[in-house]
T-cell receptor
Framework: DVKVTQSSRYLVKRTGEKVFLECVQDMDHENMFWYRQDPGLGLRLIYFSYDVKMKEKGDIPEGYSVSREKKERFSLILESASTNQTSMYLC?????????????FGNGTRLTVT | AQSVTQLGSHVSVSEGALVLLRCNYSSSVPPYLFWYVQYPNQGLQLLLKYTSAATLVKGINGFEAEFKKSETSFHLTKPSAHMSDAAEYFCAVSDRRDKIIFGKGTRLHILP
């Protein structure tokens, strides 16, 4: 079974802090994704990556950056956290074909910015 | 551009009753379609996936979905609801060229 592990279930940060959300997958998947989930808005794609050191912007990249130095790890970075970034963050991975391979999700990180 | 519409942000059914969650998609090419489920405090997990092999797709936990091209729909059904089916359900679409796009989700409530 694919396992996607997000390092923290809950995080509380202050406005202006730099925040790192870590995600690791153990199935040698090429593709990794970061989504944020908000009530009534569903899942919105922030960034994704098809390979090591490769990244592409999703639908809402503003205020975020990512890093993929190793195939199994995909980090989401909030350069200067703001209260409107309070949300549930979900990491996912998938196999070779990103458009038809099912996504495997971590359990999420609930981030609160005060 | 592809898109997904889920009708009803909340659906309530009685235990033992039919579950019907609606999903309509927009895609310029034959799509791949997915249903995911999210239980409280967990990530999403795949329920089922349509890839054009058969229009009726069976998934886990007794769920199934039927692809209807003429209606651009991919509704999710289960004949008899169980309390453990209470969760949020997401329909998703991919048009073979791009990333997977999710609907806004439908929260299913099961009434005893």
């Amino acid at each position: 079974d694919v396992k996607v592990t997000q390092s923290s279930r809950y995080l509380v940060k202050r406005t202006g802090e730099k925040v790192f959300l870590e995600c690791v997958q153990d199935m040698d998947h090429e593709n990794m994704f970061w989504y944020r989930q908000d009530p009534g808005l569903g899942l919105r794609l922030i960034y994704f990556s098809y390979d090591v050191k490769m990244k592409e912007k999703g639908d809402i990249p503003e205020g975020y950056s990512v890093s993929r130095e190793k195939k199994e790890r995909f980090s989401l970075i909030l350069e200067s956290a703001s209260t409107n970034q309070t949300s549930m963050y979900l990491c996912a991975s998938s196999g070779h074909s990103s458009y038809n391979s099912p996504l495997h999700f971590g359990n999420g990180t609930r981030l609160t910015v005060t | 551009a592809q898109s997904v519409t889920q009708l009803g942000s909340h659906v309530s059914v009685s235990e033992g009753a039919l579950v019907l969650l609606r999903c309509n998609y927009s895609s310029s090419v034959p799509p791949y379609l997915f249903w995911y489920v999210q239980y409280p405090n967990q990530g999403l997990q795949l329920l089922l996936k349509y890839t054009s092999a058969a229009t009726l797709v069976k998934g886990i936990n007794g769920f199934e979905a039927e692809f209807k091209k003429s209606e651009t729909s991919f509704h999710l059904t289960k004949p008899s609801a169980h309390m453990s089916d209470a969760a949020e359900y997401f329909c998703a679409v991919s048009d073979r060229r791009d990333k997977i796009i999710f609907g806004k989700g439908t929260r299913l409530h099961i009434l005893p």
